[in-house]
């Protein structure tokens, strides 16, 4: 069964850090590609990072670019992304999701499970 769990969500001041860790079960993190989004009340849902199969690739939302690194932990199993430099427009619920297509690179043809989010607040 393959499941995801978010966590590392938290309250933070602007300008601070948070390390988000996606924990993967049911497939190996290295064979697949991971996505990472975001929420804010009454905004669309957004698409922030993916880290392709083997780390061979990675994406950024442009808003995020230069602050925010995906990485990957196979002996773990997790995903994480690295959140520096946090802005209010950060804040949103945070959650994390797979391609099921084996070797994907980013982004995938098509997100297929997902985890639960986890709420990252950024304080002014």
């Known amino acids: 069964e393959v499941q995801l769990q978010a966590s590392g969500g938290g309250l933070v001041q602007a300008g601070g850090s948070l390390r988000l860790s996606c924990a993967a079960s049911g497939f190996n993190v290295d064979e697949h590609a991971i996505g990472w989004f975001r929420q804010a009340p009454g905004k669309e849902r957004e698409g922030v990072s993916c880290i392709g199969s083997n780390a061979a690739s990675t994406y950024y939302v442009d808003s995020v670019k230069g602050r925010f690194t995906t990485s990957s932990d196979d002996a773990k199993n997790t995903v994480y992304l690295q959140m520096n430099s946090l802005k209010p427009e950060d804040t949103a619920a945070y959650y994390c999701?797979?391609?099921?297509?084996?070797?994907?690179?980013?982004?995938?043809?098509?997100?297929?499970?997902w985890g639960q989010g986890t709420l990252v607040t950024v304080s002014s």
């Open positions: 999701a797979v391609s099921r297509t084996y070797g994907d690179s980013c982004p995938p043809v098509s997100w297929d499970y």
